[in-house]
């Protein structure tokens, strides 16, 4: 009796090795799908837009995607903006008046003579400033996150109306500035390498440095994390800090490529910047917010309102196209975070 049961506790592990084994390869390939599944969206979409017959004479021309390239490069550094306080659960809506305002200022100034790079390090403080104050009152004051820079951006929108009365601003901006905002270098326009070099930053920060793991850390578990010792409301207050920054970028290379500031850049930004934000937890790394993802993310919507547009279709269709885009983000990032959870 005792050499039988010894044979079935010898025999267990080797018929569990098997079914571990058909496991692993499974839950790899599940793995490559959900992380790559959306970059497949992406190209489908191309491809049907290069061979649909209302699109295919426009949509796959170099013309067409040079457009498509340098004109979301704004977008997609406000996306990436607003992806640092969402990586440890905090929204900032003032990304969109953050860049609006760096854009008004910087353009009045270079209209009224001001030196260009002076101008610029002055618009990139702007979106600081405005970072800081979202800071004090998110830590200090202990207002949501979600409450302070919705109003902080709705004073924004009172100080451009006040300073533009409503017009866009176009006047004397600088010849270098607006040939680094239109040219091309290599047949790529000039602003895809700005972006690729915020987007390069922001990776190191998030995923290289002891700052992204915090981050990353009281995304997952605040609680845990300030009983770990992290400084909660150090970090949190540097992701608004940091986002105002990047967000005063944005604004500076918005003036470089319209050769002017227009007051209603916000309302253009906010929605599809944080569409991307959302969506990247479904691309590259899912469950997880990151610069991958938000880059798939903003030339996918990018592909399907360029498309939609060449069709012939309405400007609304491309509000309906960010709203869903931002509704379906937070569900999948909601979901593919808690299927993450051990």
């Known amino acids: 009796m005792s050499s039988v049961t010894d044979n079935i506790a010898v025999g267990e592990p080797a018929r ?10 499974r839950r790899s390939v599940r793995s490559f799908l959900e992380a790559y599944a959306f970059l497949g969206l992406l190209v489908g979409a191309f491809v049907f837009f290069s061979l649909w017959p209302r699109t295919s004479a426009t949509f796959p021309t170099s013309a067409n995607l040079q457009v498509l390239l340098g004109s979301n490069t704004v977008v997609a550094i406000t996306a990436l903006a607003a992806l640092i306080p ?34 610029l390090a002055i618009g990139i ?22 409450i302070t820079t919705l109003g902080i951006s709705i004073i924004i929108t009172g100080i451009i109306s006040l300073k533009t009365g409503g ?35 922001v990776y190191y920060l998030i995923d290289h440095t002891p700052y992204g793991r915090y981050l990353y850390a009281l995304g997952s578990n605040r609680s845990a994390g300030r009983l770990a010792g992290i400084r909660v409301k150090l970090v949190v207050g540097l992701t608004f800090v940091i986002a105002g920054a990047v967000c005063g970028a944005a604004g500076v290379l918005q003036v470089a490529r319209s050769g002017g500031a227009n007051p209603h850049l916000a309302d253009a930004l906010l929605l599809p910047a944080l569409a991307a934000a959302f969506l990247s937890a479904a691309a590259i790394r899912p ?13 996918f919507l ?13 400007p609304y269709v491309a509000n309906f196209v960010n709203g869903g885009a931002l509704i379906i983000g937070v569900g999948l990032a909601a979901r593919l975070g808690e299927r993450r959870e051990p």
């Open 16 to 25: 569990s090795e098997p079914a571990e084994a058909v496991r692993r390869p």
């Open 86 to 119: 969402l990586i440890c659960n905090e929204w900032d809506l003032s990304i969109g008046g953050s860049a609006a305002l760096s854009s008004v200022f910087v353009a009045q100034f270079m209209t009224n003579g001001m030196n260009p790079l002076l101008a």
């Open 125 to 146: 403080g702007i979106g600081v400033c405005v970072g800081v104050v979202n800071a004090l009152l998110v830590t200090r004051m202990g207002v949501n996150a979600v």
């Open 167 to 201: 017009v866009t601003v176009a006047g004397n901006i600088s010849q270098g500035v607006t040939d680094f905002g239109t040219l091309s270098w290599l047949g790529i326009p000039r602003t895809v390498y700005a972006l690729v070099l915020v987007a390069v930053v």
């Open 287 to 299: 469950g997880k917010y990151n610069v991958g993802g938000v880059l798939v993310a903003v030339y």
């Open 302 to 314: 990018a592909v399907l309102n360029s498309g939609l547009n060449l069709a012939g279709a309405q």
